[in-house]
């Protein structure tokens, strides 16, 4: 959806380092959202944020770190505690009210 | 948290009606049933959403139950270009105030020349 920025499209790295994936929205919306995918696989939250400098878990934060310093910004950090991190990583975004989420192109990190 | 239960492929030829069910029996009074589709590596696109009354607009039909324990959609003239996985998604109310969106395994559509 337009006025969601993720980049870069495809990540590679090297197996323990620390990969910090972006996303930026100008929609206005205060709620962020990570989810990963992995193949054949339907999306699971890793994080979520309502409002500048609060954050919470979804059901797989293990392994990951997030930020929201900005509201515009809600940058992912992959750690090196992420036993398997290679997936495809969906930034999305909505209004405090709820209505429908906005889903950036997504990041495609390979570890390698 | 609700959940929702879809089957996992249907086939659907072009130009007829594609039904996609979803299961969501667990699901809240003022919990909204929001449908996406994703293309092969892409993000989600939106198609529709309801909480309780039928819903139409330009890409789909959403018939959602009486008891809201299951919805529907449809798809009234399907093309090739519908061909993706559909997810079927129950939006919750969390305890700090704002909305996860907990979406199922989806279901793989292809549609049929």
């Known amino acids: 959806d337009g006025g969601i920025t993720q980049s870069p499209k495809y990540l590679f790295r090297k197996e323990g380092q620390n990969v910090t994936l972006s996303c930026e929205q100008n929609l206005n919306h205060d709620a962020m959202y990570w989810y990963r995918q992995d193949p054949g696989q339907g999306l699971r939250l890793i994080y979520y944020?309502?409002?500048?400098?609060?954050?919470q878990k979804g059901d797989i934060a293990e392994g990951y770190s997030v930020s929201r310093e900005k509201k515009e910004s809600f940058p992912l950090t992959v750690t090196s505690a992420q036993k398997n991190p290679t997936a495809f990583y969906l930034c999305?975004?909505?209004?405090?009210?709820?209505?429908?989420?906005?889903f950036g192109p997504g990041t495609r990190l390979t570890v390698l | 948290d609700a959940k929702t239960t879809q089957p996992p492929s249907m086939d659907c030829a072009e130009g007829r009606a594609a039904n996609l069910p979803c299961n969501h029996s667990?699901?809240?009074?003022?919990?909204?049933v929001y449908w996406y589709r994703q293309i092969h590596s892409q993000g989600p696109q939106y198609i529709i959403h309801g909480l309780k009354n039928n819903e139409t607009n330009e890409m789909a039909s959403l018939i959602i139950t009486e008891d809201r324990k299951s919805s529907t959609l449809i798809l009234p003239h399907a093309t090739l270009r519908d061909t993706a996985v559909y997810y079927c998604i129950v939006r919750a109310s969390t305890t700090s105030g704002t909305y996860k969106y907990i979406f199922g395994t989806g279901t793989r559509l292809k549609v049929l020349a």
């Open positions: 667990t699901i809240s009074g003022n919990e909204y």
């Open positions: 999305a975004t909505a209004g405090l009210a709820g209505g429908r989420e906005f």
């Open positions: 944020s309502q409002i500048v400098n609060d954050f």
